[in-house]
């Protein structure tokens, strides 16, 4: 089978980030199915970018063909972001035919952020006599709204709406990252036997070959260690969204308790506002992203795991961070705070689920975690990665995707 994903800020591990389409891909090559990427050149996720000199650039990596479109760098959320969008929708378009002549393919799946690129997918399905697929990560544009306070009469706004009609109305099937997402769907013209849940996952056999962290790292924590810490580790994105000002409201409480000590790696947008608001405590280290390769190694490193969330609306629809699964096959104790409906950690047994935004919340639970035992909190290890073999494993979720593009009708 030919498969076609359309995913604007796709990655990979050298690139970096998003790795859902690259873990998918891997596995359907695996599987003797033919992949294309289509893919931004430029995305403020990624860690680096690739670098192309025509409109579009074909990079073959570990077996999945890369489609590379040339887009405008931008930084944060403004103007210099959306005209990187309609870049790389503009020129799609204009290459619809071409795409559909050349790739031939058999299923087009739309998998970026927002809804634009489904008029595209579904352009090419329609010339190759494919299948149409939605695979929607965020709803836009509730997430904006919700999130960022936009308006819906906003023109961009407007403009995703139309995206978001047409795709539900149009599509054969979707993919939700989301497991509560239907009944919004439905109420927005999606036909209910038209909806598939398929969260986010892990790559098993990444976590049996872990790259070395880099020198100064271990030195760090070997550091702390001798000093007695009890390390409280956050790695990923430094945004808005990741509420990391309320760990470090946490780290302000605990800043004459010389047992914790708190570390970031990662960076993001707000990294800046968060080691400014940091200034003069102690009890914080801000480290620079690994790549994904290591954090198997970072992770292991630290005693208890944190991700954050801002309090919203938008997550009664549930969530699928990666960070999270991550976290769960690192075997450490999670402190996550989340209002969602699905929280993994109390699922699996793997940590304490906490109210948001309440960094009071975050001391209770690492006074809760710092007195277990140590075959309790073995427990939760154990709990986290059986938990994540069975429902997240990127093998079985690339089968089951598969399975649900055979049984379209």
Known sequence: ??????????????????????????????QG??????????????????????????????GIKYLWVKT????????????????????????????????????????STYPSDNYIARRISKSSDAKYIWEVNDLWPLSPMELGGMSKYHP????????????????????????????????????????HYIPN??????????????????EIFSNLRKDGKTILGYTGGHAISNSLST?????????????????FIGDGQEKKNLIEKAKGLNNITFLPPVSKSQIPNILSQMDI?????????????????NKIFDYMMAQKPIIHATDAPNKFVDTAECGIAIEPENPEEIIKAIDILKHKSREELDI????????ILENHDYKVLAANFVDIIKNIS
């Open 1 to 30: 089978m030919n498969i076609l994903l359309i995913n604007h800020y796709a990655g990979t591990i050298d690139y970096g980030m998003e790795f859902r389409p690259y873990y998918l891909a891997k596995e359907w090559v695996k």
């Open 156 to 195: 961009f706004i407007m403009l995703m709406k139309h995206g978001e009609l047409f795709s539900y109305r149009n599509v054969d099937a979707v993919i939700s990252l989301l497991p509560n997402t239907l009944p919004y769907m439905q109420s927005q013209g999606l036909a209910p036997e038209k909806w």
């Open 33 to 62: 199915h033919n992949v294309v990427i289509i893919a931004a050149s430029f995305s403020h996720l990624r860690r680096k970018n690739p670098e192309i000199s025509s409109d579009m650039e074909e990079e073959i990596i570990d």
């Open 380 to 387: 939760m290890g154990e709990n986290s990665k059986k938990y």
């Open 247 to 263: 760990i470090i409201d946490a780290a302000i409480l605990l800043k004459d308790n010389a047992d914790y000590h708190f570390v």
């Open 305 to 321: 795991l944190l991700i954050t969330w801002n309090k919203s609306s938008i997550y009664r629809f549930g969530i699928s961070p």
């Open 72 to 111: 405008p760098t931008y930084e944060g959320n403004g103007v210099g972001r959306i005209k990187n969008m309609f870049s790389f929708i503009s020129k799609l378009s204009s290459k619809a035919k071409y795409i559909a002549d050349n790739y031939k393919p058999d299923v087009v799946i739309a998998s």
């Open 201 to 218: 996952g892990i790559v098993i056999e990444d976590w049996d070959k872990s790259e070395q962290i880099p020198k100064e790292y271990s």
